[in-house]
């Protein structure tokens, strides 16, 4: 029988690494063999490794690089893992051409890899980025389902499907709501996002968003508005930043439908990032606001997320009298560092100064901590012989340890006069 599966396009999974002295070693698999099927069922990525090896037994059909193909009929105790290494998966590249699109916002010179539009349900699922669900193809709507991949986090933008479609720049983009009410009836659960364009999807479209959105009940489990963030290198002609009292529109919207998910459903629901509260001038709401903070990773709640992890780790903290530490970020992170920087120094002892970098790749306008260049970093603390410690943000560089200008890490110390540790929230440094 022909099932949907057959339909996809075929794709090698190779192994990269085996673990010494695991399960996988021990049968004899090794770097650059593919893993051809389980159970009979083709695999064509991770998520059909991760969710077809889930059980104590299954039928493992490979092809050792030699090209001998095996058959392993693999029992395993309860919870012992392979110790398979995958290479990493091919990104599903985007189908939208959005104006204020990151990769439009990027000077030329720059890694390869920075130049991708992805736009991968699965690495919404795994690592919690937005996907826009433009690019599904049936047996990924079926994958979807089938394993359970919820919550995924979702770039909405706007409902009004005429909005949407300009904003993608993508006539094919289907109708988002039916179709998260699609997945909605089959369990899946979702995040959304709106990023705010000015006088494109905020004023009435917000509304509309929001109110469709809420609509969606259950399925929808919380919404974020997001001030659009370009570069020197964005199109301009064709859009722009929010002003303050835009930003203060979108947040009386915000606050309109979390007041009223805070009475029906007992949690707001909706919120409003960290940004659009400094755009608009507008202190952030208290830690308890965000709950389990959801969306902290997308720039909401995360300066109460910060407060609330140090004050909960206050006891464990080093004492740091009498040593300068530099809190080095992006100038957005460093308007609102103030607000965590007394809670730090009284549980440490420590004096901390906050040194706010400049984008020295893609202009001032990009204030994020995550897109620093390791030069700009340089360039602010190579003369600071009086800070005993450098804190940088983690999120600065990849797991190669290379800043967004290829400067690797350990390159970036070497020039700096003081310690020099990444952080993602201080407690892990300090
Ligand atoms: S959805 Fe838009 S912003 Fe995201 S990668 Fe695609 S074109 Fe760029």
Known sequence: MRNRFNYRATVVLRIQEVAPNSLGAELGLQAGTELLSVNGRPLEDFLDWEFLTADDAFLLHARLPGGDELEYDIERPE???LGVTLEPPRIRRCANHCDFCFVDGNPTGMRQALYIRDD???????????????NLK???EARIVEYRLSPLYVSVHAT???????????????EIVPQLRRFGDQGIRFHAQVVLIPGVNDGAQLERTLRDLYGLGPIVVSVSVVPVALTEFSKHRLVRSPRADECRAALAAVDQWATHAVAERGHPWCFGADDLYLLAEVPLPLAEWYGDFEQRENGVGAVRYLQTRIAAARAGLADWNGKKIAVTTGTAMAALMPQVVPGLAAATGADFEIVAVENSVFGPSVTTAGLLP?????RALATRRDVDLALLPAESVNDDLRFIDDMEAHALAARLPMDV?????????L
């Open 79 to 81: 919870g012992l893992p």
């Open 138 to 140: 049936p047996w990924d």
């Open 374 to 378: 390791g030069e700009a970093i340089v």
């Open 160 to 174: 009004d499907p005429v909005v949407r479609r300009w904003l993608l720049r993508n006539p094919e983009a289907p």
């Open 421 to 429: 540790r990444f952080s993602y929230d201080f407690v892990d440094a």
């Open 120 to 134: 991968d349900y699965r690495l919404s699922f795994r690592y919690g980025n937005f996907a826009t669900l433009t």
